[in-house]
């Protein structure tokens, strides 16, 4: 008896205390995109204080409902733009969306306290797979490849370059380009990026790649973490980075040339690459 009492209350202990499991669907294994299935007709959902979307989770998942809204009108919303008031009112968090096109603001509240499946606001709809950003990567056989001189493989002082490549011995000197940085920024000056949408952006990028020991650089890769739209504009500098001169000079050790990877460091804005900076 005595036995069975205590196991009822410890099964009243974790039901009282224990917290809630929240189960949400994605479109995307980064979850970047909520999936959602349905637009609420409920015209106070998500807009007023009473009745916030019940996100159940943490202020991320918000991100991931608004990546997931389309406009009824075509216009874009900016996520970039939003300004995400984290004013947290009663358990509450407040949102407020801008538009590309519009003036108006929207203002919605939302709760990680509690969930039910998220539905899109009134007056939206709501992304799908199809909706997703495709990434179009630049082909890896067009990538200039190089043979390094031997085995041993220097690198320029850079975290990315040792995030994605590995650590490596450093160089006495470090690969240089003929002329010096100024020639290297006219080449990517005369090189700017088409894409539309890549002109409206203001976005960072770095290109690692070899040095070898008699001046030839290749095996270009980026070793910045892009996704989606990001993703395909790393590809775009990748590509005018594949096609430049072949003017660099080795990097040194004990005043002999070795094989060496350097990394280019892109600021895009507004299409324009010249602002570039090499180690």
Known sequence: MTTLKNTFIAIFFIALFSTPAFSQDYL??????MKLTEVSTDKTYGFEQKNPIKIGSDDKAIGAYLNSLKTADGDRIHIGDMQFNY????????VVLTFEQKKEKITLYFSAAEFEQPKAIAGFLFKTVDDLPKVILFPADSVLKVTPCTTTMYSVDDFLVREKLGEKPK????????????????????????????TQMIFRVSIAFVVTCDGKAGNFEIVTNGKGDMATYANQVLAIVN????????????????????????TA???????????
Do not use: I
């Not at 004013?87 to 509450?92: A, D, F, H, T």
């Not at 040194?252 to 892109?266: E, M, N």
């Open 171 to 198: 160089p006495a000197t470090n690969p240089t380009f003929a002329g010096g940085p100024d020639e290297l920024k006219k080449y990517f000056a005369a090189h700017p990026l088409t894409d539309p949408k890549a």
């Open 87 to 94: 004013k947290k009112n009663e358990g509450l968090t407040q």
């Open 28 to 33: 995307d294994k980064d979850k970047r995109f």
């Open 269 to 279: 804005d507004s299409g324009q690459l010249d602002s570039v900076s090499s180690r």
């Open 243 to 266: 096609k430049m001169p072949q003017k660099w000079q080795a990097a040194t050790v004990d005043g002999k040339p070795v094989d060496c990877y350097q990394v280019l460091s892109f």
